[in-house]
């Protein structure tokens, strides 16, 4: 196994709130000059500054607090290979990840293999009320996890996904949020395409198609589930 020379940092931008990932290398940072990794929208993600190339000082500018934190960390354990998360003081929740960009994109991708498996689970199309649209909103939300856009609110991107006959459960073990979205219609389809993001509320309930839709398309929402 070679050394991973490249480093990515995994953040969600305190700014404009896109999740993107940066990858930056140690010969990147030099002493006595501050490092900052920018978001594409210009603010500051994080700044890496060090005395010595031993010991290095991180700033993590924080939504929640709206102010950055700092953390202290040694050299050895920022390249050592393994992920550092880093989170907010006060409430604990994760703000981003620095490891190699193998690790830190498995984490994201995790929920994936999940999906996946729950596929194979029910692999006979007998169990969907419309397996092609179930198939089809299931690559649609592969495709939303997979950039790093399908988390909680919490901090949370493990997201849990419960698949029934007429829909999709995405739940937050954390902190007990639910989001459901319908999978049965071409309509319901449409929906998840249009959406670049899912975001579960913290400890909150919502429904994918309220979120997505500005009202016109919900009239008839429950009345077909019956059958
Ligand atoms: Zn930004
Ligand atoms: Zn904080
Ligand atoms: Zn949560």
Not at 70 to 80: Q, V
Not at 170 to 193: G, H
Not at 195 to 214: P, Q, W, Y
């Amino acid at each position: 196994m070679g050394i991973d020379i490249n480093t990515v940092l995994a953040m969600r931008c305190p700014d404009c709130g896109k999740m993107e990932f940066h990858e930056f290398s140690r010969f990147s940072i030099a002493r006595g000059h501050a490092f900052h990794v920018t978001c594409s929208c210009g603010a500051t993600k994080l700044t890496v500054s060090t005395k010595n190339l031993s010991c290095y000082w991180l700033q993590v500018p924080c939504v929640v607090c709206e102010t950055k934190h700092l953390r202290e960390i040694s050299g050895k354990r920022l390249w050592s290979g393994e992920v550092v998360t880093l989170s907010c003081d006060d409430t604990d929740m994760e703000l981003g990840h620095i490891g190699p960009a193998s690790k830190v994109k498995e984490m994201t991708a995790s929920y994936e293999q999940e999906l996946e498996a729950l596929v194979n689970e029910f692999g006979c199309d007998s169990y969907f009320n419309n397996s092609k649209i179930m198939y089809e909103v299931l690559s649609c939300l592969h495709e939303i996890a997979e950039r790093g856009e399908l988390y909680c609110q919490c901090g949370n991107y493990k997201i849990e996904v419960d698949i029934f006959p007429d829909r999709l459960e995405l739940q937050c073990k954390n902190c007990d949020s639910l989001n459901i979205i319908y999978a049965e219609t071409e309509e319901d389809l449409k929906v998840i395409q249009q959406v670049d993001m899912i975001e579960l509320a913290r400890h909150g309930f919502k429904c994918l198609d309220s979120l997505a839709n500005t009202g016109k398309s919900k009239k008839a929402r429950r009345k077909r589930s019956k059958t």
